[in-house]
């Protein structure tokens, strides 16, 4: 990284000014943030308060602060992200949160996020908060969860309760996601093509990490390395043979299926950005054949990598883009991140992020957020100013500063046999996609 783009100094320089917006009211804090809300008018941007979630509330841009303070040990940060997760662990006692359970807008995202930040904070208290609130949710069962997928569903269910069996030490919550998965399971739509989850409004299951289903097969190969199931291995494999069903070979990615999508001629768009499309899909696939020894995983992820690539060369020359995680810059290059040591894509996250540090560095609030393209400004993690510079931490220390767009749960040193013989049958047929 150039000595001009440090990535440390831009994120405390982020942080700091987070700090500075922070309101405060018995010993926690929140935030404001623009948003994308309906209306009797339609669809507009809105000012509002940050509610607890991990997507766009205090959960989330805890989690930065607290990972910012173990860098830099700076005090006022540790004070600041101990405030937010605070405000987070009492929104998810909120009556309207007591019916959503799910990882980025619900409970089981404020019990990762506190498990996270308190033991980076070494506070006990949110530690013992995030073992409460999990236990809880274990309790409820299946429930509070919209659908299947990664975002709100079952899926993100599952991921949460591993992340949070791992954290906590805490086994009994494998047999939660196990639960969760045979939710998962029960309400997929097997065909000729694959396992597919329609969502409630969509004639078909959709492709992509945050809402289709990259995400449900990651999820169900996490659960089925963690519990051996050859259940989940095959749905797994299923949801993948699915989703390359509908690989488009021209642009070489997968496309959006949902009705908005759509233009005039009624033909399918392709998304470029970590909830649709190839840059969550190369997260996934890259996990997958790290699970799996599977070729036919290595060359999707090739090509998914390869794709994410050309994209963010084409940001860098026309200075073009938002820095959020969830379609932004910052969510695209991480994929390289992860890619990096495999298929030598690491410089290029690098470039990316010293480019956003030349132009937005010495003024942090002016770095561009995924809200809109009016100029809004958010301070959320995946969103806005939070998750660029949680970006920024990951490129500077990929090692030490765990990816939260694809959590870490169970961390098998070698190939899973149940997932290897899930995924042996489809190998030929799903390398001929790519």
């Keep these: 990284m150039p000595r001009d783009a440090d990535p440390i100094d831009a994120a405390l320089r982020i942080g700091h000014a987070l700090c500075a917006d922070a309101l405060w009211w018995d010993g926690r804090c929140t935030f404001t943030t623009d948003d994308i809300a309906s209306t009797p008018e339609g669809w507009r941007t809105v000012h509002q308060t940050c509610g607890g979630d991990l997507y766009a509330g205090t959960a989330g841009i805890a989690l930065f602060l607290a990972r910012l303070s173990a860098v830099t040990g700076e005090r006022v940060i540790a004070r600041t992200a101990?405030?937010?997760?605070?405000?987070?662990?009492?929104?998810?006692?909120?009556?309207?949160?007591?019916?959503?359970?799910?990882?980025?807008?619900?409970?089981?995202?404020?019990?990762?996020?506190?498990?996270?930040?308190?033991?980076?904070?070494?506070?006990?208290?949110?530690?013992?908060?995030?073992?409460?609130?999990?236990?809880?949710?274990?309790?409820?069962?299946?429930?509070?969860?919209?659908?299947?997928?990664?975002?709100?569903?079952?899926?993100?269910?599952?991921?949460?309760?591993?992340?949070?069996?791992?954290?906590?030490?805490?086994?009994?919550?494998?047999?939660?996601?196990?639960?969760?998965?045979?939710?998962?399971?029960?309400?997929?739509q097997?065909?000729?093509?694959?396992?597919?989850?329609?969502?409630?409004?969509?004639?078909?299951?959709?492709?992509?990490?945050?809402?289709?289903?990259?995400?449900?097969?990651?999820?169900?190969?996490?659960?089925?390395?963690a519990t051996g199931a050859k259940r989940f291995a095959e749905a797994a494999a299923g949801a993948v043979a699915y989703e390359q069903h509908w690989f488009d070979a021209v642009a070489r990615n997968w496309p959006d299926l949902s009705p908005e999508s759509r233009d005039a001629g009624g033909r399918r768009s392709c998304s470029m950005s970590w909830c649709h499309g190839a840059p969550g899909i190369a997260l996934t696939r890259l996990r997958l054949w790290a699970l799996t020894g599977s070729e036919a995983m290595r060359a999707q992820a090739m090509v998914a990598l390869a794709t994410t690539a050309d994209c963010l060369r084409a940001n860098l020359a026309n200075h073009s883009g938002n820095y959020s995680l969830c379609?932004?810059?910052?969510?695209?290059?991480e994929a390289l991140l992860q890619g990096g040591t495999l298929f030598d894509t690491a410089g290029l996250a690098e470039e990316i992020a010293a480019s956003g540090i030349r132009r937005f560095g010495q003024a942090p609030r002016s770095w561009p957020a995924g809200v809109d393209s009016s100029g809004a400004m958010s301070p959320t993690l995946m969103l806005g100013l939070a998750g660029?510079?949680?970006?920024?931490?990951?490129?500077?220390?990929?090692?030490?500063?765990?990816?939260?767009?694809?959590?870490?749960?169970?961390?098998?040193?070698?190939?899973?046999?149940?997932?290897?013989?899930?995924?042996?049958?489809?190998?030929?047929?799903?390398?001929?996609?790519?």
């Design 82 to 188: 101990a405030g937010a997760i605070a405000h987070a662990l009492a929104e998810a006692e909120a009556a309207e949160m007591a019916r959503c359970s799910a990882l980025f807008v619900g409970r089981i995202g404020i019990a990762v996020a506190a498990a996270m930040a308190g033991a980076w904070l070494d506070r006990p208290a949110a530690l013992d908060a995030a073992r409460v609130l999990a236990r809880q949710l274990a309790s409820e069962g299946v429930g509070g969860f919209s659908g299947s997928d990664l975002m709100a569903g079952w899926a993100g269910g599952i991921a949460g309760a591993l992340v949070l069996a791992r954290r906590l030490e805490d086994d009994q919550l494998i047999g939660w996601a196990s639960d969760l998965g045979d939710a998962l399971v029960g309400a997929a």
């Design 388 to 434: 660029t510079a949680y970006f920024l931490l990951r490129v500077n220390d990929p090692g030490g500063t765990p990816s939260i767009l694809l959590p870490d749960c169970a961390m098998p040193g070698d190939v899973v046999p149940v997932l290897v013989q899930a995924f042996a049958g489809e190998d030929a047929a799903l390398a001929g996609c790519v």
């Design 190 to 225: 097997v065909s000729a093509t694959g396992w597919h989850w329609p969502a409630r409004d969509e004639p078909v299951g959709l492709c992509g990490l945050s809402h289709g289903a990259a995400g449900i097969a990651w999820a169900l190969a996490e659960l089925a390395a």
């Design 327 to 333: 379609h932004g810059l910052a969510g695209n290059a």
